[in-house]
């Protein structure tokens, strides 16, 4: 009597996550340009008419797997996120008597975006790009989260008055997604990596405390600094 052969059962969000995972590795090395469903499905090691049910065409492939960076980015960022990238309730608009958490919250922050940025350094940039050239990058659920955030900070009692959250968000995103081009061509280990995201996260508090939080909350920030990160204002 022969064995029969057990088929495996089909997984289709396993598959799914294979494929986008295998597709963010082409794109992070060859861009747009150098993807396409048929080379993705042999990376993942699906079939391709398999990969071609999840994603009949490029684009919408490129699509899901810059949504699934960005939904990676969110979860590494924020940890106390939904999965739709609405903040947890009373987490917004922090006042001066909640000073000494809000700086926390804004360093632990820093390092994990830091952090994520120098280890996805490639598809950070794609993604980054992607989500700059929207017409509407607040339908991206990392940065709709993290606007939600900055404007928070520019309603409460803790911020400058008129401070430009659009500008601001631009600036910020745009400089932890390039550090990482420096950090390639400087550190040249993991330690040294992770030297690097200390020192980018360290200047970014310093920046907001001079340009970003009120007076008030200097001292509180200068001490953080001092005996946390070793840096001096």
């Known amino acids: 009597m022969s064995k029969q052969k057990q088929r495996r059962k089909r997984d289709p969000d396993a598959t799914r996550d294979s494929i986008l995972e295998a597709a963010k590795s082409i794109l992070a090395r060859d ?4 993807l396409s469903v048929s080379s993705v499905a042999k990376l993942a090691g699906v ?3 398999t990969a071609y049910q999840h994603f009949q065409v490029k684009e919408d492939l ?10 990676q980015l969110l ?9 739709d990238g609405d903040p947890p309730e009373g987490a917004l608009q922090p006042d001066l008597a ?7 919250g804004m360093a ?7 952090r994520y940025a120098i280890d996805n350094p490639d598809i950070g940039r794609i993604w980054l790009y992607d989500v700059l050239s929207r017409e509407n990058p607040k339908d991206d659920v990392f940065y709709k989260r993290f606007a939600q955030a900055l404007q ?7 911020s400058l008055d008129d401070m430009d959250v659009e500008v601001l968000a631009v600036i910020m995103l745009t ?3 390039l550090w990482p081009v420096w950090v390639r061509a400087h550190a040249r280990s993991k330690k040294a990596r992770k030297e690097m995201a200390v020192r980018f996260a360290a200047e970014v508090l310093r920046l907001s405390m001079h340009g970003v939080l009120r007076a008030d909350s200097h001292a509180l920030m200068q001490a953080y600094l001092k005996s946390n990160l070793g840096r001096k204002s």
């Open 75 to 83: 979860e590494a960022v924020f940890e106390d996120s939904d999965l």
């Open 62 to 71: 490129v699509r899901a797997t810059l949504d699934s960076v960005s939904q």
């Open 98 to 104: 909640h000073l000494p958490e809000v700086i926390n």
């Open 175 to 177: 400089g932890y997604f």
């Open 31 to 34: 861009g747009a340009e150098g």
């Open 108 to 114: 632990e922050f820093n390092l994990r975006l830091a």
């Open 47 to 49: 079939n391709r008419g």
């Open 152 to 158: 928070g900070l520019a309603d409460s009692d803790a």
